[in-house]
């Protein structure tokens, strides 16, 4: 892009000038409309929803049986809901600002298997094929009890097909491992700020991982290619999967069982605000699809990036979506935020979300250190830099008179509110590795 389009591009677009200048900023989406309207644009609905979850029941008695850590949900990968009322007393005295309402902590980054948001999205996509190569060979049937996949036969099976995947990490460990138990001969294209620890560990899980010095779009380009190649390799395309996108959206109708147990009402009067580190947009964008199906126009879903990796917020507001990447207005993509560092949004999510989404902000990577240390020193709690990215959404919310005054949001719905940050990852992270961000926080 030459100075005149860039200048061009600006005066259509303001916000673009925040994000060059690296300005921690947020954009409140002119074009939000109700499910009603908005939804037709997806071109998903409920009953893809029940599909997935259908499909992750079945998997249920297979993956309890393979990762015994699932036992306690009986199979099921779900993450607890926990408020963390100190974080909450924290924040505003940290930024001198009230939040209304109640602080809640999705903890995606406690999931079992990979210890991230990926664990949703990555899984099901896997078990997916899984399913449907089992169920053409005749060797499995929906009514099956699917425990039996966990057999050397299965394993053979499956043995004869390759899955191949591009990632910064998380994605990667969460199919890497999955196509691992199941038996594939399973590849992870990483790109250069994936973390060591992580490749680590999936070669220890007998994946093949091969590295890049080049960021995000380069790996998935290159996985791409590679997975051409083979006809019975299978490439999981972050950038536009549908499938993952609906391995995500399970998490609305869970959570809203999660706020109904615990007697929290989401209606008008009580508004929920759910704040999402954005990546490529498939984790973000099918939980938020979820939630939009289950709370309706009740929930307010709200995108959370990196100054350096504003790639959605970029996308939508220009409305060019995948037609532009962060680098192309002279952003350099490097992040500490290891799930973030992605300069070009998903072609489809951006697309299909932009009617829902109330908004993005942007923050820097020193705020997600800042508050990685809060959070632990509040509340205990251990998550990884990216994962504290929606931790400053319940500020902006209240901050920003112009956001509730586009919304009518009265000051008693604003007292009566939730706030749920999703933690998308950190569980898994090497206790060492750990102990280097809670030393950057208070640097
Ligand atoms: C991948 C990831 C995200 C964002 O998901 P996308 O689908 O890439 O947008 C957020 N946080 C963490 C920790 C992640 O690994």
């Known amino acids: 892009m030459n100075s005149d389009q860039l200048n061009q591009l600006i005066a259509q677009h303001p916000i673009v000038k925040d994000l060059i200048e690296l300005k921690e900023t947020a954009w409140f989406n002119p074009n939000f409309t109700t499910l009603a309207e908005g939804l037709p644009y997806v071109g998903l609905n409920q009953t893809d929803i029940d599909d997935a979850r259908d499909r992750l029941a079945r998997f249920a008695p297979y993956l309890m049986a393979v990762f015994p850590e699932t036992a306690a949900t009986g199979g099921i990968i779900e993450s607890e809901l926990a408020a963390i009322p100190n974080m909450q007393q924290q924040l505003e005295q940290h930024f001198d600002q009230a939040i209304g309402g109640k602080l809640w902590l999705k903890k995606d980054s406690h999931l079992p298997i990979s210890g991230s948001i990926k664990a949703r999205g990555g899984i099901y996509e896997v078990l997916c094929h899984a399913e449907k190569l089992a169920l053409q060979a005749g060797l499995l049937s929906t009514s099956d009890n699917y425990a039996k996949l966990n057999s050397p036969e299965f394993k053979q099976f499956f043995s004869q097909y390759s899955i191949a995947v591009g990632s910064t990490g998380n994605l990667g460990l969460s199919i890497g491992i999955m ?30 991982v091969v590295e890049y010095v080049e960021d995000y779009g380069v790996a998935v380009e290159e996985g791409r ?96 979506h995948d037609e532009i990447s962060v680098q192309e207005i002279g952003i350099d993509n490097i992040t500490a935020a290891d799930g973030l560092a992605v300069g070009r949004a998903s072609g489809f999510v951006g697309r299909a979300m932009q009617r829902l989404l109330d908004g993005f ?83």
């Open 179 to 208: 196509s691992a138990q199941l038996g594939f001969d399973v590849t992870v294209h990483m790109s250069a700020d994936a973390r060591q620890w992580k490749k680590d560990k999936l070669r220890s899980h007998g994946v093949t």
């Open 361 to 443: 902000y942007t923050l820097e990577d020193e705020t997600m250190y800042l508050l990685l240390g809060m959070l632990n020193q509040s509340e205990h709690l251990k998550l990884e830099p990216s994962a504290l990215a929606g931790m400053l959404g319940p500020i902006i919310v209240n901050q920003r008179q112009d956001y509730a005054a586009l919304h009518h949001f009265t000051e008693q719905q604003l007292q009566n509110a939730n706030h749920i940050v999703w933690g998308t990852g950190g569980g898994m992270v090497p206790a060492e590795e750990m102990d280097k961000y809670l030393a950057k926080s208070k640097a």
């Open 225 to 320: 290619k590679a997975a051409l190649q083979n006809p019975n390799c299978f490439f999981i395309d972050d950038e536009n999967s549908r499938t993952l996108f609906l391995g995500y959206s399970v998490a609305g109708q869970r959570l809203k069982t999660q706020l109904e147990q615990l007697n929290i009402v989401v209606d008008q009067a009580h508004p929920l605000f759910v704040y999402l580190p954005c990546g490529v947009g498939g984790g973000p964008g099918g939980v938020a699809f979820g939630l939009k199906m289950a709370f309706g126009d009740h929930v307010h879903c709200i995108f959370a990036e990196p100054t350096h990796s504003p790639c959605m917020l970029l996308g939508v507001a220009t409305g060019l």
